[in-house]
C-alpha cells in the first residue's frame, strides 16, 4: 500500500524525509534492543537459583523480538521509501520528486510534474 494520503499532504520530498528519519529510528531501537539482549543473556549466567532466571530469560526473549520486529520496519520503511524515490522523477523535464498527487487507489498513484504538467502513475 503507498501512503498516498502522506504524500498528498505533505509533497514527497517532506514526506520522504520524515519516512528516512523514522526508519533510521527503528534502527535505532534494533540495535538498543540488540545489546540489551545481549546484556541480559551475559547477566543470566551469573544469576541464581529461583524465579530470577527466568525472568531475566523473559527479559531477553523479550528484547530480541523487539530487535526482530524494529529490523522489519527498518527495512520496510527503508524499501519503500527507495522504491517511490525511484519513481519521482519526471521523463520529460528530469525535475525529482517536484510533483502534486491527481489521485490514487491502493496500488498505484497518478502524479503530476509542477514543473512541466506531465503526468505519470506510480505503483
Given at each position: 500500500m503507498l501512503p498516498a494520503h502522506a504524500i498528498g499532504r505533505l509533497g514527497f520530498r517532506r514526506w520522504y524525509e520524515r519516512e528516512l528519519l523514522l526508519g533510521h529510528g527503528w534502527l535505532i531501537a534494533c540495535l538498543i534492543c540488540g545489546f540489551a539482549v545481549f546484556a541480559l543473556l551475559e547477566d543470566l549466567s551469573?544469576?541464581?537459583?529461583?524465579?530470577g532466571p527466568a525472568l531475566v530469560l523473559g527479559a531477553?526473549?523479550?528484547?530480541?523480538?523487539?530487535t526482530c520486529?524494529?529490523?522489519?520496519?527498518?527495512?520496510?520503511m527503508?524499501?519503500?521509501?527507495?522504491h517511490l524515490a525511484e519513481r519521482s522523477t519526471c521523463k520529460r523535464c528530469g525535475a525529482?520528486?517536484?510533483?502534486?498527487?491527481?489521485?490514487?487507489?491502493s496500488a498505484s498513484m497518478i502524479v503530476c510534474c509542477?514543473?512541466?504538467g506531465n503526468e505519470w502513475t506510480i505503483d
Open positions: 551469573h544469576s541464581s537459583a529461583g524465579f531477553a526473549f523479550a528484547a530480541g523480538w523487539i520486529y524494529a529490523l522489519h520496519r527498518y527495512l520496510q527503508l524499501l519503500r521509501a527507495q525529482y520528486g517536484r510533483y502534486r498527487l491527481v489521485g490514487a487507489t509542477r514543473n512541466c
